[in-house]
Structure formats: C-alpha cells, structure tokens
C-alpha cells in the first residue's frame, strides 16, 4: 500500500514533468491538496510531507478539522457549491474561495470578512461545459461578475476555477482548460491564478495555465461516501 508520502512525491513528479513539457518554470504550479471526506490525521500526514494548502468542499466537515489541527499553520481554501447562509463561517476560516459563481455570494464574503484577517483570496468559478455542469457562472456573464467582484473592498479577486466535464480524451481536456486560460485573458484585470486540473487531468491543465492544481484521489486513494 502506498503512503501519502509516496503519492505526494509521485504527483509532484507528475507536475514537474508537466512543467517541463510546457516549457513552465519549475514550482509555477502550486498543489493544492482536496481533503474532503479523509480525516485529520490524513491532513496530518500530508503536512508532515511538505504540504500546507487544504482544500475543502463541506463546510461543517472542514470546520471539525480546522478544529483538531490548530496546531498546524495550514491555509484553507473552499472549493465547494456555496448556500448563503454559509458565507459567514467561510469568510471568518478560509484564505481562499475557488467556488465563487455569483455577485450576492462575493457581497456576502466581502462584508463578513473579519476585520482583522487579511481580503479573501477569491477564484470565480466559471462554466466551460455548458448544460454538463451546473456550478460556474456562464462565460457570457464572466466580464461583468468579475469587475464587480474586483471592487469589493474585502475580497481579492485573484482568478479563474474551472471544473470541465470529465474525459480521459486529452484533446478534449486542451481545449476545455484553454477556453478557461483565454476567458481569464480576455479579462482586463490583474489576474494571477488559473485553478484547474485534478488528478486525472493535471497534465492538460498545465499545459493550458494552470497555477494551482487541486488533487484529491492521486494523493489520499479513492473517496469512500458510504
Ligand atoms: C473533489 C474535488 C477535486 C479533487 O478531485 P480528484 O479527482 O479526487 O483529484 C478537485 N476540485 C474540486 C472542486 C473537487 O470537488
């Protein structure tokens, strides 16, 4: 059985080698660890290998773990559906927000941030897949969400997530993350964060841009919902 060590330094290969195919500077890509359903000695055990960045979809999950890992300075980014009556607790636990696809969730994080921490790092999510994917808002109302998002005085619009409808196709998966990267330079804002790729798609996400890749299965094993 591998170890979370194993994986970790076996996906960082994998990001390496995509780096490279891309002729991208090395350690441009960052890892983000999606530990959604595994418990905190996992996130334990990742730490302990070198990774600081966590990424969570449920809210109370992610909350039970923060609890039991004080001790550890690790950087929380919530990547899942937001309800608006969540916004509070995400704004006063989370560095990031990947999964932001609309005005009314962004006015709500910007005025719940606490005064104390640090603007909210925050991706707008976007829909690439059409009728495939429910979550993102549409390319169409990209330009408009995204200035407003950028005047909101706690939040720091920092870029784009995309979750493409999944295929082992590799032309497919080009050219849904380069419509991504083209959406995010049509922008005529100072962006720096694609966030994209997981841990079947990684390598195609690289190549179109990426900065942050979130990977869950490659590094903890499959997900058990039972
Ligand atoms: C679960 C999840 C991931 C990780 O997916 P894997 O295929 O397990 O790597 C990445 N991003 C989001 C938004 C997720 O919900």
């Not at 495939?132 to 408009?144: F, I, M, R």
């Amino acid at each position: 059985m591998s170890t979370i060590a194993d994986n970790i330094s076996q996906v960082r290969s994998r990001i390496h080698a995509a780096e490279l195919a891309a002729q991208r500077a090395g350690h441009s890509v960052h890892l983000l660890a999606v530990s959604k359903t595994k418990p905190a000695p996992a996130l334990r055990e990742a730490y302990a290998a070198g990774l600081r960045d966590f990424g969570e979809n449920y809210l109370q999950e992610a909350l039970g773990k923060q609890a039991e890992l004080t001790d550890l300075p690790l950087i929380w980014h919530f990547i899942g559906p937001i309800q608006s009556n969540k916004t509070r607790a995400i704004a006063e636990h989370f560095d990031w927000v990947h999964s932001v696809d609309r005005l009314k969730i962004a006015q709500r994080l910007s005025e719940q941030r606490p005064a104390e921490l640090p603007p909210l790092n925050i991706c707008i999510q976007v829909n690439v897949s059409g009728e495939a994917s429910k979550s993102g808002c549409t390319p169409a109302d990209l330009p408009a969400l995204a200035e407003a998002i950028s005047a909101l005085p706690r939040l720091k619009l920092r870029g784009l997530m995309a979750i493409p409808e999944p295929t082992e196709d590799r032309a497919a998966q080009d050219a849904a993350f380069a419509a991504v990267q083209r959406l995010q330079a049509s922008l005529d804002l100072p962006l720096d964060t694609l966030s994209m790729g997981m841990s079947h798609d990684l390598e195609s996400a690289i190549a179109q841009g990426a900065t942050w890749v979130r990977i869950g299965t490659a590094l903890f094993g499959a997900r058990d919902y039972s």
